[in-house]
């Protein structure tokens, strides 16, 4: 605070109750008390630090006074958050409030008793008490509001003769489509709104960040059979068809995979029906050929285009879709693409850029000699032998995920390669610039594995997003670049 510090007596005191004591804290540091909020849990963060919330589009951390203090026991059912200001707000969990009144924070008396019978309240120093767990909260808040978005070079494993793919389930068969056609993959809503005297594979119109998406079984428009798809909710990959975005229901996200082009066929002439183009542009074969994956083209997904036609929103909301895309001069929109997956109950997003594949599981990984401890085992990508670390293990939590559904977010640091074990990959999300959030230093250290929190106030989700170069601390990455280095044969090509 600036300026010269008002008297005791001319000061007004919260006075609240942590345990057994009571404490007084400045009434002008106090923006608000508030019932505590649901709380995302951020891993690696100090005990004190029970997670953060969303309060009215700011993130707000929300910490333990009972853990900064060192008071016995947890906070009780009726306690509230005592919201206060350090450049951005800072949720303090109490028991509950006892007074708000001028003057000293311990009233002089003789009995060494407060208000209500209550010991006196004891002052805090908000700021050196954060300090121990934290650090300076106003300094990295002001100075990350400004930050430009991190920016990622292409990985360097990408080559020209590669394609990148989104591979998806579809009535038990494996289809995929270019990751540059994919704008997202997101969950299928609970509510669409049918449009009538559309064609049958028209499931009607669903919405979209404020925008009406057209919605399409891409079971039906495949001639594939009706069937259930068991406990896993569909999805809807949106994918840009001619000038607009379509939403494709599919039964489930599998993958997405950087292949050679030269492990994709064309598909056989004689497959094709006289002399329409072919909805399949090509089969992908992986694993020697024993699994195929059937590759869509964008371009004549649809053969009577009319169809589409009908179902696209009215001009004026067509050029707010269009302009969410890339513009035809090149110029990328505000938005920034994630890759969202879940560990432990939360929702993490990586930057696209920064993520080469998301492999499924292997059943077995192989252990090497002399392998850093944090390398849980290494498998064969394609005649790449990549790393792979259980990042649950790192984040210190003990649930893991359905061993069907576990994937591997193989991720370049520092041009190596290293995969990441995770619960579930959910979506490829676009984030709008106005729903990243920065994080407040969660860390006395200084380390941020958390780089932004993507805030999407209207569906209730607070996405942590991790930045890719914290995901390894420097010893780990010599020790991974130095691993790298005396066995050629495991660098990624």
């Known amino acids: 605070m600036s300026g010269a510090a008002p008297s005791a007596a001319a000061q007004t005191f919260l006075t609240v109750q942590v345990g057994d ?11 608000e008390v508030i019932r505590p909020p649901a709380v995302t849990r951020v891993p690696l963060g100090p005990s004190s630090l029970l997670g953060l919330a969303n309060l009215r589009g700011a993130v707000m951390p929300v910490v333990a006074l009972h853990s900064l203090l060192g008071c016995a026991g947890r906070p ?7 919201v206060v200001d350090r450049g951005a707000p800072v949720g303090l969990v109490i028991d509950k409030v006892v007074s708000l009144e001028a003057g000293g924070a311990a009233p002089a008396d003789t009995t060494g008793m407060g208000v209500e019978g209550g010991p006196r309240a004891q002052p805090i120093d908000l700021d050196a008490l954060l300090g121990k767990d934290f650090g300076n909260f106003a300094r990295p808040m002001q100075h990350r509001q400004s930050a430009a978005p991190l920016e990622l070079q292409a990985p ?12 998806f389930a579809v009535a038990g068969q494996d289809f995929a489509l270019p990751l540059t056609a994919v704008h997202g993959i997101v969950a ?3 509510e669409v709104a049918i449009v009538p005297r559309t064609d049958g594979v028209m499931l009607g119109v669903m919405s979209l960040r404020g925008q009406l998406l057209p919605l399409v079984s891409l079971r039906g428009l495949l001639g594939l059979p009706a069937g259930g798809q068991g406990s896993v909710r569909p999805r809807v990959v949106v994918a840009r068809i001619g000038a607009g975005l379509v939403g494709l229901a599919i039964d489930g996200m599998r993958e997405i995979l950087r292949v050679p082009a030269s492990i994709i066929d064309p598909v056989p002439a004689i497959l094709t029906r006289g002399n329409a183009e072919a909805q399949i542009q090509g089969i992908c074969r992986l694993d020697g050929g024993r699994r195929l994956v059937s590759v869509l083209s964008t371009d004549h997904l649809f053969r009577d285009q009319t169809l589409i036609d009908r179902m696209m929103p009215q001009s004026e909301t067509r050029y707010d879709m269009d302009r969410d895309m890339d513009t035809a001069d090149g110029h990328l929109s505000d938005d920034e693409q994630f890759i969202v997956f879940r560990l432990g109950g939360e929702e993490y997003g990586l930057p696209i850029g920064s993520v080469d ?4 599981l292997p059943d077995t990984l192989a252990r090497l000699p002399k392998a850093p401890a944090f390398i849980e085992g290494v498998m064969n990508l394609r005649g790449r032998v990549v790393p792979v670390i259980d990042q649950r293990r790192r984040f ?11 994937r591997i977010v193989v991720v370049r640091i520092d041009h190596m390669q290293a995969g990441f074990v995770v619960d579930t990959v959910s ?5 709008p610039q106005n729903q990243l959030r920065p994080t407040p230093e969660l860390a006395a250290d200084g380390s941020q594995i958390i780089d932004r929190v993507a805030n999407i106030e209207v569906e209730g989700r607070m996405i942590l997003l991790l930045n890719p170069r914290e995901l390894l601390d420097r010893a780990e990455k010599d020790l991974l670049a130095a691993m790298t280095e005396d066995n050629p044969e495991r660098a990624a090509s």
């Open 76 to 82: 009780c059912a009726t306690a509230r958050v005592v």
């Open 427 to 431: 979506e490829v999300l676009k984030i």
């Open 188 to 190: 299928l809503p609970d």
């Open 21 to 31: 004591e009571r404490f007084a804290l400045p009434a002008s540091d106090v923006a």
């Open 357 to 360: 594949e998301v492999v499924r």
């Open 156 to 167: 360097s494993a990408v080559v020209r003769d590669e394609v990148a793919l989104v591979c």
């Open 396 to 406: 210190k939590f003990e649930t893991r995920g359905e061993r069907r559904r576990e």
